[in-house]
């Protein structure tokens, strides 16, 4: 496996394990756990801060010269990386949501 392909595949398993935690966050907040949805979201944030710096990463050598290959793998990245990020972005609405219709005042900011 290439180096490219490797830092393709950390951006899909990131990417991945953000979406996932920010499920968990909502779930947990439906049960009124919102200390877990915090937590839950934390970690969501933490994962897509990984896969943003390997896409960094990619983007900053591709705008020093080094040369890109478009595949369809990294196409697949690109599109995990931004679901998770609107995933986890309406999600921390909908949480914020509930904690206004059950009265809670934890901020998950």
């Known amino acids: 496996m290439t180096e490219n392909e490797m830092n393709i595949f950390k951006i899909i398993s990131?990417?991945?394990?953000?979406?996932?935690a920010a499920f968990e966050a909502l779930r947990a907040a439906r049960k009124g756990d919102f200390?877990?949805?915090?937590?839950k979201l934390q970690e969501a944030k933490?994962?897509?801060i990984d896969a943003h710096d390997?896409?960094?990463k990619l983007i900053t050598a591709e705008i020093n010269g080094e040369q890109t290959d478009l595949s369809l793998?990294?196409?697949h990245a690109q599109d995990h990386?931004?679901?998770?990020?609107?995933?986890?972005?309406?999600i921390e609405e909908m949480i914020e949501m509930?904690?206004?219709q059950k009265g809670?005042?934890?901020n998950i900011n």
């Open 104 to 106: 809670s005042t934890l």
């Open 14 to 20: 990131a990417s991945g394990d953000s979406r996932g």
């Open 54 to 56: 390997v896409q960094t």
């Open 98 to 100: 509930l904690k206004e």
């Open 81 to 90: 990386l931004m679901n998770s990020l609107l995933a986890r972005d309406l």
């Open 35 to 39: 200390e877990a949805a915090e937590s």
């Open 73 to 75: 793998l990294m196409v």
């Open 46 to 48: 933490e994962k897509s």
